[in-house]
């Protein structure tokens, strides 16, 4: 019997990637929710020819994808408080 590779096609590997990355950015501290998401943009600055079908372009697909919505989500809940606080 040989073994085979299990190919991803590329929308199922960036929504396995981005699943982890989501769970990795509910873990982080504010703070380092935004120096993760600073780190990813400039590493995306010096990949940016590659072709987003490329694994390590994927990963980072998913990472800025993953930060950027734990911050929207996080920015959210802070002006509902700040909103329920005010009345």
Do not use: C, W
Request: net charge positive; glycine share 2%; aromatic share 6%.
């Amino acid at each position: 019997m040989t073994k085979r590779k299990l190919e991803l096609d590329p929308m199922d590997q960036h929504t396995s990637l981005l699943v982890r990355y989501t769970e990795k950015a509910k873990g982080l501290n504010d703070a380092a929710l935004v120096y993760s998401l600073a780190d990813v943009v400039k590493t995306m600055a010096v990949f940016r020819d590659s072709p987003v079908t490329e694994p390590y372009m994927a990963k980072l697909l998913a990472e800025i994808d993953a930060y950027t919505v734990e911050q929207a989500k996080r920015q959210r809940a802070r002006l509902k408080k700040l909103q329920r606080d005010a009345k």
